[in-house]
């Protein structure tokens, strides 16, 4: 399994240069220069090409390129390895991390609420196919599954925030109270809310279809011609190869904890990476997108090796 | 376990067996009044080509239909119990138990992510009041009866890394582990080549003779019957068209469709050309024959054969659904009696207890 | 024993395959006769189908009897006006018919959701088909560049292209190529899968056999069996598609006004929510019938094309 981890690894790193170079590309081919919201009447032709040399605009793209690209793997380390922001001139880095908590937060609370609500219901649909209530929930499934997230948020939050003023509209904390715990959770509510409607109607779908394959399986038919009772054959013969493609995807929906949430983070202005990249692309603000780019890219290829990983880990017939 | 009762008393009788599936196409009748009887220790050949009901019948015994089938009407009584009426709890302590089933597909018939021992001391705890250690002992034990070599190793592996005939040995094991009184085997070495298939029956036998367990051996293989059976039932189309001991049908076949397919059988030493085959297809189940469901492929239809045949006694003990005479002749009624007439007949001819 | 007068074992029943009144043999259908049976009996992919007909059918005739409502303003009306046949959702604060608008903006969506998906197709298939004919390295190094292009976080790199290109170039057509250039990976994969397995089949050996050019096996018989998945997942992409352009749109690129989007209808209708909440419900709904319909309907495909049966009452 190391051995199988390392070599995922050595595979993935054409992957990233390749990243890096479509990302810088689109960067670097935008038209336009990065030094043109620096161009007011009162800022002298010297002045801008001291920046355009500061920024090291006036070198050849390769040796552009290979400087950020150089520079960037140096961030365990350097806080100045992925530059210096254009908006606010602090070091990208800083920005990036100061927002992971929160994205993470988010994320991670409604990816366990949506889990935690979603398998139940998967696996009841399952054992009761056909049921007024497995269709019900079907109807509900293939709806919200067809929300727009930021149109749920919206009226959630136009709602329950606006109308009634149960919850807080936006942000993270309200001023103040930051570190409040049940301030926060009041904030999480709305945000966890939205994501997780349009996620629950995703995992149960899955975790539905998974059960039912399962169901049909051979093996269901011995652990009942057993006389196993059906709360064992469910819960131990079927659920546990039901789970494994569920496990998998696990895997590969880790790249969207970090940078999912955009459009709800900017529909509630919560403080996370998914805001930040959104706002830093109006304004041009290229080294904050390239950084989170390659943070997005980089996420994707460790969700697949994790979801790579996962899959032997629950499936004892693969093994690499 | 039950005291011991006459050798003729059947441990296991089924009368009249329906189960039908209400498809989107329309209603199957899949077992359509199948009656058989097993006696306890020995075992019943029960033969016919894919599609005839023959699993269904099996599964129909051990309550394991699933919509959009159900057993619509009939009665199974084993060891002098009602199944049909038997509440499902109370069916499942029989289920692994008292009747065990293995079946067809080695390959899938085990679940993939737990190991062979664990599943067959599941059995084995599911029945008996024994701790997981003693559970755990005895599958060790039923594998190397079922003659796998090193036996504990391979309770701890899983079972893709067995061979298809060492799974089929697990799945035994694991069926016999509980010492049940009937076993139901469901084509169990059809997916086998045919070297593993005569050991896998080399050890079924084996273990009958230890156990002194009933077999009810399901299969569309000739030479598997003949080996294995002591009685034989001829299914087609959802019904039993033949019933006898072993020698009996092997030697004196009454119903066209035993005889087309003994006649079928290759031997050696004869010299042919072609083979010989039983013309037609099987009927399709939305659309069946009216009378004999036979008729269509029969080479000695006649027109009587539009009206439905009766199980009737050939000699004691054998009995056909065919409305030739128990000679091969010509039908006592003649061969084209007005429908009336075929019904009183069936009704006199009708074997009251196939 | 068989009497001497009948026939032996195996002869064929003399009563022949005369009779009229049962008939052992279902009638034999074509494949594509029996997909057209099992889509018509879906319900859910009927209703798609004729929900996206009914929508497709609005982009098209609306806009074109409105004519220019879709952007008039007109400041002698406003929301307090009451609805009426010609303006049957009423008229928003600029005095621009919402109706019409609405239906503006869902043909802008509906073309790009569909231009886009041809895109996909197109590249997709054409990547797919070559990579899995080629094999070999050629195959390798296709794939590996697909593997490159599916580790882009896709929204966000759709938003940079959007949000750096569609100020210099007209926005939908950017929006259209970067949904286009970022999802054909799926595509291409079904197709690749599809020809590696086709590669060995019967029939295209034959046709190898007869002399058929490489080209030719392709196009005459390869690629049609590979049209069923593509077909799916382009349907599918459809919702897709629509969705990304609505948040693109939606959080001020993309579509922006006074060009009419789905998006950009919600991110105006923001503001009035408190007086006039019905205008986040109408670009909202009509942008889920959208995606409903078309996820019924790439369902529907699925299922009837997938050759597994299902068996119940």
């Known amino acids: 399994m190391a051995t199988y981890i390392l070599r995922r690894l050595i595979q993935a790193i054409p992957i990233v240069v390749g990243i890096s170079l479509i990302s810088f590309l689109i960067v670097y081919l935008t038209p336009g220069s990065p030094v043109d919201k620096f161009r007011t009447p009162r800022v002298s032709p010297q002045t801008i090409a001291n920046l355009i040399h500061l920024y090291g605009l006036d070198q050849p793209l390769p040796i552009q390129f290979w400087n950020w690209f150089t520079h960037f793997w140096s961030f365990p380390w350097d806080n100045l390895a992925w530059g210096y922001s254009f908006t606010d001139g602090r070091p990208v880095r800083d920005k990036i991390f100061q927002r992971i908590p929160s994205t993470l937060l988010l994320m991670g609370t409604s990816l366990v609420v949506s889990l935690v609500i979603a398998i139940p219901i998967g696996i009841l649909q399952a054992i009761k ?93 011995t652990a009942r011609a057993k006389g196993l009772p059906p709360s064992r054959v469910i819960g131990r013969h079927a659920l546990r190869n039901a789970m494994i493609p569920i496990v998998t995807l696990l895997g590969l929906t880790i790249p969207s904890l970090l940078s999912g949430a955009a459009i709800t983070e900017t529909v509630f202005s919560w403080p996370g990476l998914g805001w930040l990249g959104v706002t830093s692309v109006g304004d041009r603000d290229y080294p904050v997108v390239l950084a989170v780019t390659m943070i997005g890219g980089m996420m994707v290829i460790i969700g697949n090796l994790l979801a790579d990983v996962l899959y032997a880990v629950v499936d004892p017939r693969i093994h690499y | 376990m039950t005291e011991t009762r006459g050798s003729n008393e059947a441990l296991l009788e089924v009368k009249d067996l329906r189960t039908h599936f209400a498809t989107a196409d329309g209603l199957v009748k899949a077992v359509d009044g199948v009656s058989l009887r097993i006696r306890p220790g020995k075992t019943l050949g029960v033969v016919g080509e894919s599609g005839c009901g023959k699993s269904i019948t099996a599964l129909s015994i051990m309550r394991l239909i699933e ?41 899938t018939s085990l679940n993939p992510v737990y190991t062979c021992g664990d599943q067959i001391a599941e059995a084995v705890s599911r029945h008996s009041n024994v701790s997981k250690r003693a559970a755990m002992d005895r599958a060790v034990d039923m594998l190397s009866q079922v003659g796998i070599p090193d036996p504990k190793r391979r309770a701890t592996e899983h079972p893709h890394q067995l061979s298809g005939g060492m799974r089929q040995r697990v799945m035994i094991a694991m069926a016999l582990s509980t010492n049940p009184e009937l076993l139901i085997a469901d084509e169990p070495t059809t997916a086998l080549d045919v070297t593993i298939q005569a050991q896998i029956l080399e050890l079924m036998k084996a273990l009958r003779e230890k156990n002194g367990m009933a077999i009810m051996l399901i299969t569309h293989d000739l030479g598997v019957v003949a080996e294995m059976s002591d009685d034989v039932s001829v299914m087609y189309a959802g019904k039993i068209v033949e019933a006898s001991d072993a020698i009996t049908v092997f030697d004196k076949a009454h119903h066209p ?98 | 024993m068989a009497s001497s007068e009948t026939t032996r074992p195996g002869a064929v029943s003399p009563l022949g395959n005369a009779d009229t009144d049962e008939i052992d043999l279902v009638a034999v259908q074509t494949y594509w006769q029996l997909v057209r049976r099992r889509f018509f009996r879906n319900k859910t992919a009927v209703i798609g189908l004729v929900l996206l007909s009914i ?89 590996r560049i697909v593997d490159v292009v599916l580790s882009l976080p896709g929204f966000f790199l759709i938003l940079m292209l959007v949000a750096f290109i569609g100020s210099v170039v007209a926005p939908m057509f950017v929006i259209i190529i970067a949904i286009g250039i970022t999802g054909w990976t799926t595509a291409a994969r079904l197709v690749r899968a599809e020809f590696l397995r086709l590669r060995e089949s019967d029939f295209v050996q034959a046709a190898k056999a007869l002399g058929a050019s490489d080209s030719r096996i392709i196009i005459r018989h390869m690629v049609p069996s590979a049209m069923a998945p593509v077909l799916v997942a382009a349907t599918l992409g459809i919702a897709d598609a629509v969705s990304t352009e609505a948040a693109l749109s939606f959080l001020g690129y993309g579509i922006r006004p006074p060009d009419a989007s789905l998006g950009n209808m919600l991110t105006g209708a923001q503001d009035y929510f408190y007086r006039h909440p019905l205008w986040i419900l109408y670009p909202g709904i009509t942008l889920i019938l959208v995606v409903l319909a078309a996820s019924f309907l790439g369902d529907g495909l699925r299922d009837a094309l997938d050759p597994r049966q299902k068996l119940e009452a």
């Open chain 2, 257 to 354: 469709y035993t005889r087309g397919l003994l006649a079928s059988i290759p031997r050696m030493g004869v010299k042919r050309e072609r083979l010989e085959v039983i013309e037609g297809v099987v009927p399709n189940p939305l659309n069946l024959p009216k009378g004999c469901l036979f008729k269509r492929r029969c080479p000695y239809a006649m027109p009587i054969c539009d009206n439905p045949p009766p199980l009737r006694e050939v000699t004691p003990g054998h009995v056909s659904r065919c409305w030739l005479a128990p000679d091969g002749g010509k039908p006592e009624l003649g061969e084209a009696p007005s429908a009336a007439e075929a019904e009183a007949a069936a009704k006199t001819l009708t074997v009251a207890n196939p």
């Open chain 2, 67 to 107: 919509r959009p089938g159900r057993v619509v009407s009939g009665s199974i009584s084993f060891d002098g119990q009602d199944l049909i009426a038997l509440p499902e709890d109370e069916m499942r302590d029989v289920r692994g138990n008292q009747i065990s089933m293995i079946f067809q597909e080695p390959m």
């Open chain 1, 129 to 221: 196919q056909y049921s007024w209530a497995d269709r019900i929930i079907t109807t509900f499934e293939t709806i919200g599954y067809a929300m727009p997230t930021f149109w749920l948020g919206l009226i959630l939050k136009q709602f329950f925030a606006v109308n009634l003023n149960w919850l807080p509209l936006n942000g993270q904390n309200t001023l103040g109270k930051q570190g409040d715990i049940p301030d926060m959770i009041m904030h999480l509510i709305l945000p966890v809310t939205t994501l997780a409607v349009v996620s629950i109607a995703g995992w149960s779908r899955y975790m539905r279809a998974s059960m039912l394959e399962v169901m049909r399986q051979d093996y269901v038919r």
């Open chain 3, 55 to 143: 929508l497709i059918f609005s982009a098209i005739f609306f806009p074109w009897i409105g004519g220019d409502a879709w952007h008039m303003t007109n400041l002698s009306k406003g929301p307090n006006d009451p609805i009426s046949i010609t303006a049957p959702l009423g008229y928003d604060n600029l005095g621009i018919n919402i109706f019409f608008r609405l239906m503006k903006a869902l043909q802008t969506s509906l073309i790009i959701g569909f231009s886009a998906v041809l895109i996909i197709a197109v590249v997709g298939t054409t990547f797919g088909s070559i990579s899995g004919y080629a094999g070999g390295w050629v195959d390798n190094l296709m794939m």
